[in-house]
């Protein structure tokens, strides 16, 4: 059986690399050339006095495939610590009271998303994004989001979810940061509507560039649940800020009118709750997202 001698050199097997030691032979049943195209786990072995078989060099691949991993898991970008007084929030989504909506309706509000570095960056009017400004009030709410939840494409055939094609097909990204400035792009000429076009519009965006959660199915509505349920006050004044213009709001009504206008209140409340899952999930090409 020829035998090919390597001085040091990587052998290619299953799409995966190893380091050949000097003084080291590779017998193959193969033509008796380098070409490691040629060099299978069916025609190859690799030994010294005696021969190394493939079974022998098969925890070395594994190895390798768990260096692999870990090394892509590393990849990220260490993150800052969270800091409100500083108003940084690294890769957060965030939410402030919005003026007079959530004075009435006191679950709407204004939100946005944070870069690795921190920086909020929310959809705030017609042809407006704000960055590092979080121009409606400072952050009320936040949720720290896990980039290792996220779909990063690394090459064509890297996608990490299940939607692929319709991943790329919508608009992938490689980092936290490119799904952000990719989202801006795409709502930087567009028009602010409280009712079909707004703040939670480009947060759904965002998260659909993300595939966070192995979903891209994100909404208003779901974007706004997620950030009532899971996200945390940023401290005590943030919840008075918050809630104490409706406690108000509500007391004077009471007070001027009577009780039939807690249930005017209450309705109006309804009906914007029902106009936006009736739009988010019956008029899709209405919303934007």
Known sequence: MPYVFFPSSKVHLCNRSFTVPNNIHCTCSGPAFINHSQITPENATVGHTGALSLMDLEPAYKMESIRAVQDIQHE???LDEIDP?????????VWTPLPVVSWLAPFIGHVGICTEDGSAVAFSGSNFINVDDFVLGSVAKYL?????????LRNLAGHTCKHGYKHSEFGSATTWDDAIQSSVRHFEHKSYNLFTCNSYSFLANCLNRLCFGGSMDWNMINVGVLLLFKGHWVDNISILR???PFILVVCFGIFMVGWPFLVALLSFSLLLLAWFVFGTYCLKNLFDS
């Not at 720290?144 to 990063?152: A, G, T, V």
């Open 85 to 93: 007084e500083n108003a940084k929030f690294p890769c957060c989504l």
């Open 242 to 244: 918050s809630f104490s």
């Open 76 to 78: 990220f970008w260490p």
């Open 144 to 152: 720290q989001l896990d980039r290792k939840q996220c779909c990063f």
